[in-house]
């Protein structure tokens, strides 16, 4: 595995996470309050950061930002994944485990924009 491909790896699975966690910040805390009933709570977050009426209202573009973004760190993950690594014992070391954490970190990216998802399109349509 080339420090290139690392590097393309690291920048794609760290991408996906911020992506993932804008759509839960424009899109699943308001959800998440109104789902638990604390609309008086979140009046005051958004009087707090006027910015969050803003990005909700363009929810559908940073879902499907977030999706194609997340899409693309999990084929870039996977084509990473399968490449053979260093035959240095040193070297392998490191690659197994930015390979491991390159996995978490795309994982928590996905369980961070499913979770937003539900509360953002699947919940309100039940409340």
Do not use: H, W
């Not at 240095?88 to 070391?93: A, F, L, Y």
Request: hydrophobic share 50%; proline share 5%; net charge positive.
């Amino acid at each position: 595995m080339s420090s290139d491909q690392v590097i393309n790896d690291k920048s794609a699975n760290f991408f996906s996470l911020f992506a993932s966690s804008s759509t839960l910040i424009c899109c699943a805390l308001p959800a998440l309050f109104v789902a638990l009933g604390a609309g008086a709570s979140f009046a005051s977050l958004v009087s707090t950061f006027p910015f969050l009426i803003v990005l909700s209202q363009y929810k559908f573009y940073i879902t499907f930002f977030a999706m194609l973004v997340i899409f693309i760190a999990g084929y870039v993950n996977y084509k990473t994944y399968k490449m053979p690594c260093p035959s240095d014992p040193e070297s392998g070391k490191i690659c197994m485990q930015t390979r491991k954490r390159s996995r978490i970190i795309y994982y928590f990216s996905v369980v961070i924009f499913l979770f937003a998802t539900t509360f953002t399109y699947i919940i309100p349509n039940f409340i």
